[in-house]
């Protein structure tokens, strides 16, 4: 698969940042707070198939919020302070990927606005599909209008193409069922040219060994499209999603040396929500008596998703702290 290399550094990279607080946020501190929103979402799955409390998953996802309304601010912040740094953070592979998963972490606390504060979900829910629907505009037009290099397919596509699918999740049980059929399909058929565009790249070309984390996402819209086609009571197509996520899931369990060879990065965010989303689909396969096995592989997935997914987010959060996050993924500053 060929992958775009990062852009140069600018000029300023390694300047002495300018006076003020979240003026260089990066987009990067994202996918680790959507793979926790997912884990959190998991953990409400596990209710239906294991029969255990929802307390967990509900306490988790409050925290998450939590978390991502701190994180939100501190980029809304930057971006009062200039608003081009959106355009700027979307001509990165970091940025990217972190601010559609900004938009899509939104559309799936939707959830955490059901059981908080309903009245509130409704506009949870439109607000990130318009945010997300913003994303993807400024991404299509960085994509015509940049270079020939900008326009080679990578598995962040799936997060700004296909990253619609979260919102159906909590928009099935907001009625909303003729909008998530309509997203389900017209996500399905972007995941399935985004996938056959990869793999021919993947047997043509090497990845770079910083980027094969990446490749992790390829497993994320198997999984979000299988639990939505269980929502809307396509049982025969979340099997067969559930069986491909199976085969994706493996064939990165036995390539994580490979996969990992470049040591930690911030683009490990990218193992987080498909881990968690993986093992979500599982569980809710098991849960409606698809067979024993989805249910066994959902709750082992649950348990490596529970232990991995924190460690991420407090690597990456680690990062932002100690400000090096922002030089590592050429964040934009205001």
């Keep these: ?13 390694f300047a002495t940042p300018k006076p003020g607080l979240w003026r260089r946020t990066p987009p990067a501190i994202f996918p680790p707070i959507l793979g926790l929103t997912g884990l959190s979402v998991a953990w409400l799955r596990a ?14 996802m409050g925290a998450v919020t939590l978390l991502y309304l701190f994180a939100l601010v501190a980029y809304g912040t930057k971006v009062v302070r200039r608003p081009g740094v959106v355009t700027e953070d979307l001509k990165v592979l970091p940025g990217r ?43 299509i037009r960085f994509l015509v209008t940049g270079p020939a290099e900008a326009r080679t397919v990578t598995p962040v596509f799936h997060l700004t193409f296909v990253g619609f699918i979260v919102a159906p999740i909590a928009g099935v049980t907001l009625g909303w069922v003729t909008l998530s059929t309509s997203i389900f399909w017209a996500t399905l058929v972007m995941a399935l ?4 565009a990869s793999a021919m790249q993947l047997v043509r070309r090497e990845v770079p060994a910083p980027l094969r984390p990446l490749l992790a996402i390829h497993l994320a819209p198997a999984s979000l499209l299988g639990t939505v086609a269980m929502l809307l009571g396509q049982t025969m197509l979340g099997l067969v999603f559930g069986v491909v996520a199976i085969a994706i899931f493996a064939a ?48 082992l997935a649950l348990v490596a998703a529970t232990l991995i997914i924190p460690w991420i987010a407090v690597k990456v959060g680690q990062l932002w702290v100690k400000g090096v996050l922002a030089v590592k993924t050429n964040a934009a500053e205001a």
């Design 1 to 13: 698969m060929q992958t775009p290399r990062f852009p140069s550094p600018r000029p300023d990279r």
């Design 47 to 60: 209710s239906d198939a294991f029969g255990i409390t929802p307390g967990a998953g509900q306490a988790l």
């Design 97 to 139: 990927s972190g601010l559609a998963a900004m938009t899509m972490s939104a559309m799936l606390l939707t959830l955490a606005a059901l059981a908080f504060w309903p009245a509130a979900a409704p506009v949870v829910l439109g607000i990130g599909l318009a945010g997300h629907a913003l994303i993807l505009a400024l991404v």
């Design 193 to 196: 040219a985004i996938w056959g």
């Design 252 to 299: 990165l369990v036995v390539r994580v040396r490979w996969l990992t060879e470049a040591g930690f990065s911030a683009l490990w965010g990218a193992f987080t929500f498909p881990l968690a989303a993986f093992s979500s689909l599982m569980m809710v396969l098991g849960a409606a008596g698809q067979g024993e096995a989805f249910r066994v592989i959902g709750g």
